[in-house]
């Protein structure tokens, strides 16, 4: 987790997006945005925020898959069609919520409500 940061950083720059920019579009606090790109840990939300920002202009495998080459010229790494992104997806929210089952409390069940709903959102065509 600690290298899709660092890679987020390289992908925004290459596209020519601020830090700035990005945290406005994403409504998020510009500082979270940087720790994450710096390595640091931070909540899952951010991380599905980011999948979504990103999920047309690039291969989400990239930010997810360690030892993964990039280039925004390089058409293999740009989802050539819905079925993959959809399955990358899916195996994301299994992950996530196998990770939210772990914790027991009462935002449980409200916080396996948002990841459905963002990773069922990222999978939704764009506007």
Do not use: W
Not at 77 to 89: A, G, M, P, Q, T
């Amino acid at each position: 987790i600690a290298e899709i940061g660092p890679r987020l950083k390289l992908i925004r720059q290459e596209l020519g997006i601020t830090q700035k920019q990005l945290a406005q579009d994403l409504d998020m606090n510009q500082a979270i945005l940087s720790k994450f790109e710096n390595g640091g840990m931070v909540y899952a939300s951010v991380l599905l925020d980011v999948l979504c920002y990103f999920r047309d202009r690039i291969n989400i495998n990239y930010l997810l898959q360690p030892g993964d080459d990039y280039s925004l010229n390089d058409e293999r790494h740009r989802f050539s069609n819905d079925k993959v992104r959809d399955i990358v997806l899916d195996n994301r929210r299994r992950f996530a919520l196998e990770e939210l089952r772990k914790i027991s409390g009462e935002y449980s069940q409200k916080c396996e409500e948002i990841i459905n709903n963002t990773i069922d959102f990222c999978k939704s065509e764009p506007e």
